[in-house]
């Protein structure tokens, strides 16, 4: 079965940090198949990045994904106010999607 | 512009049935796959089903395979969800979403089913 782990649950930040994100598969993805999301209380969820380290359409450049094998990353370089919300990876594999359990990111 | 526009949703009673429906917009719906994705209420994102643009190949998770039948009318650039024998766990937001290769590049606004008595 296809775990992704997200760590931390919550991360408590400023407007203006740098927030780390991490995501973590219980067997190897290829770079390929990770994504990363962003949503919003109310919203549908939002793609960010793909291929682990490729950015959306539209997407800023403070966003930026990294990682390979069972680590990822996805990095928020400076927290704009716009940017607190809840972060899910999701991996593809065997023609299914498996999300991680998301981590949220909160104003400190 | 895309736009995928999710309905359907409701309040069903245990081993109910309900139908829900998405109407896509501003892109070639014939040529891409779709999938269904819930949220439970405070909850993640799950997985639920996927259908290929031609409907050749179709995927389910293991919670809903034998009660969920995903399906698709190219003609209307709609996709469905045929939801049967619902149960409590079922109850979330249903969004629909455009896989573009191995990610889900566009979303609807999703709409909400409540299994309850």
């Known amino acids: 079965e296809n775990v992704l782990t997200q760590s931390p649950g919550t991360l408590s930040l400023s407007p203006g940090e740098r927030a780390t994100l991490s995501c973590r598969a219980n067997?190897?993805?290829?770079?390929?198949?990770l994504a990363w999301y962003q949503q919003k209380p109310g919203q549908a969820p939002r793609l960010l990045i793909y291929?682990?380290?490729s950015r959306a359409t539209g997407i800023p450049d403070r966003f930026s994904g990294s990682g390979s094998g069972t680590d990822f990353t996805l990095t928020i370089s400076r927290l704009e106010p716009e940017d607190f919300a809840v972060y899910y990876c999701?991996?593809?594999?065997?023609?299914?999607?498996?999300f991680g359990q998301g981590t949220k990111v909160e104003i400190k | 512009e895309v736009q995928l526009v999710e309905s359907g949703g409701g309040l069903v009673k245990p081993g109910g049935s309900l139908r829900l429906s998405c109407a896509a917009s501003?892109?070639?719906?014939?040529?891409?796959?779709m999938s269904w994705v819930r949220q439970a209420p405070g909850k993640g994102l799950e997985w639920v089903s996927s259908?290929?643009?031609?409907?050749?190949?179709?995927h389910y998770a293991d919670s809903v395979r034998g009660r969920f039948t995903i399906s698709r009318d190219n003609a209307k650039n709609s996709l469905y969800l045929q939801m049967n024998s619902l149960r409590a766990g079922d109850t979330a937001v249903y969004y629909c979403?455009?896989?573009?290769?191995?990610?889900?590049?566009?979303w609807g606004q999703g709409t909400l089913v409540t299994v309850s008595s």
């Open positions: 979403a455009r896989i573009l290769a191995t990610h889900l590049d566009q």
């Open positions: 501003g892109f070639t719906f014939s040529s891409y796959t």
């Open positions: 259908i290929s643009s031609s409907s050749t190949y179709i």
């Open positions: 067997e190897s993805v290829s770079s390929s198949y």
């Open positions: 291929g682990a380290s």
């Open positions: 999701q991996r593809y594999g065997s023609s299914r999607f498996t």
